[in-house]
């Protein structure tokens, strides 16, 4: 599995977007890219996910690269409760479903 | 609907004493992993079933670790001889789909 490397915190203004960074540069062709966020105490939370072409939902924008190797994932207008650490996790999906590894992630703080 | 729901919360064992932690995933989901967080390090997995089979039990440490889910649905996650080094939140995840994982809140193991 291709290993990612994400910034150990980050800070953002409430209102204001939040691009977090992650670079994947091993990853291979059948690895999709995923992002969960944690907030504290709580389970992780799935948010997106993405394979070749850039994505949106409801929660956020998954923007990769041409070359795969670099992914941001993008809170359009960060809120306080966005506060939590996220974590980029590439992963091939195999035997009917993927097993995430998830790393220390980015601490997102998101102040007033 | 519900969400995935694991009993107790907070499980405060004595060195040696056995522990079994309960999930319930959300009703229909074939697919239901566990993991391990320890303080400040982001949830490492422990088991992976699809259905009643265990199909991927790699990241279990010991054999004092041990999961079933017998009727493919709630699962128990068993610690024997619990040490001090089992310390950690235990989460409980769930996925119908290839992609996405429904956390629960986890139990937050204590062992003095």
């Known amino acids: 599995d291709a290993k990612t490397t994400q910034p150990t915190s980050m800070d953002c203004a409430e209102g204001r977007a939040a691009n977090l960074p992650c670079n994947h540069s091993?990853?291979?062709?059948?690895?999709?890219v995923y992002w969960y966020r944690q907030i504290h105490s709580q389970g992780p939370q799935y948010i997106i996910h993405g394979l070749k072409n850039n994505e949106t939902n409801e929660m956020a924008s998954l923007i990769i690269t041409e070359d795969r190797k670099s992914s941001t994932l993008i809170l359009p207008h960060a809120t306080l409760r966005d506060t939590a650490v996220y974590y980029c996790?590439?992963?091939?999906?195999?035997?009917?479903?993927?097993?995430?590894?998830f790393g220390r992630g980015t601490s997102l703080i998101v102040h007033p | 609907g519900a969400g995935v729901s694991q009993s107790p919360r907070y499980k405060v064992a004595k060195r040696g004493q056995d522990v079994a932690l309960r999930c319930d995933p959300i009703s229909g989901h074939v697919s239901l992993f566990w993991y391990q967080q320890a303080l400040g390090q982001g949830p490492e997995f422990l088991t992976y079933f699809q259905n009643e089979a265990q199909l991927d039990k790699s990241g279990l440490p010991s054999d004092r670790f041990f999961a079933e889910r017998p009727e493919g649905s709630v699962s128990t996650l068993k610690i024997q001889r619990t040490q001090q080094e089992d310390s950690a939140v235990y989460l409980c995840?769930?996925?119908?789909?290839?992609?996405?994982?429904?956390f629960g809140p986890g139990t937050r193991l204590t062992v003095l």
């Open positions: 996790i590439v992963r091939v999906v195999a035997g009917g479903s993927y097993i995430p590894t």
């Open positions: 091993t990853i291979s062709g059948n690895e999709y």
């Open positions: 995840a769930s996925s119908l789909d290839l992609h996405t994982q429904y």
